[in-house]
């Protein structure tokens, strides 16, 4: 099992950043390739962000690439989500998402509201 808690959202108004924050635990960190996801109201979760392993190879919506950015710390069992130049319609709840060994994990999630 792996618990993950989601950090960091709020409310911003359009141009403004945030950082998003996922902290791991039960499990060995590094073992898992992770993801942030979002879901607007009435929409479906959507991808937004993955990094693997490593975090060597980072991977990202068409919606916020050149934007956002992901990165994680394995000694702190911690992957962020950089989010600058947010836009109203990047308003939904953020979760994290940890995939390994055939399983997978999510956090409760994060709201993030973007006023225009």
């Keep these: 099992q792996v618990q993950l808690v989601e950090s960091g ?3 911003v ?5 945030l950082r998003l924050s996922c902290a791991a635990s039960g499990r060995t960190f590094s073992d898992y390739t ?5 879901q607007a109201p009435g929409k479906e979760r959507e991808f937004v962000a993955a990094i693997s392993r490593t975090g060597r190879t980072t991977s990202y919506a068409d ?3 050149g934007r956002f950015t992901i990165s994680r710390d394995n000694a702190k069992n911690t992957v962020y989500l950089q989010m600058n130049s947010l836009k ?3 308003t939904a709840v ?3 998402n940890a995939r390994a060994f055939g399983s997978e994990y999510w956090g409760q999630g994060t709201q993030v509201t973007v006023s225009s």
């Design 88 to 90: 109203p319609e990047d």
């Design 13 to 17: 108004q359009a141009g403004d950043s």
């Design 63 to 65: 919606s916020v690439k």
């Design 94 to 96: 953020y979760s994290c």
């Design 34 to 38: 992770m993801g942030w996801f979002r």
């Design 9 to 11: 959202g709020g409310l």
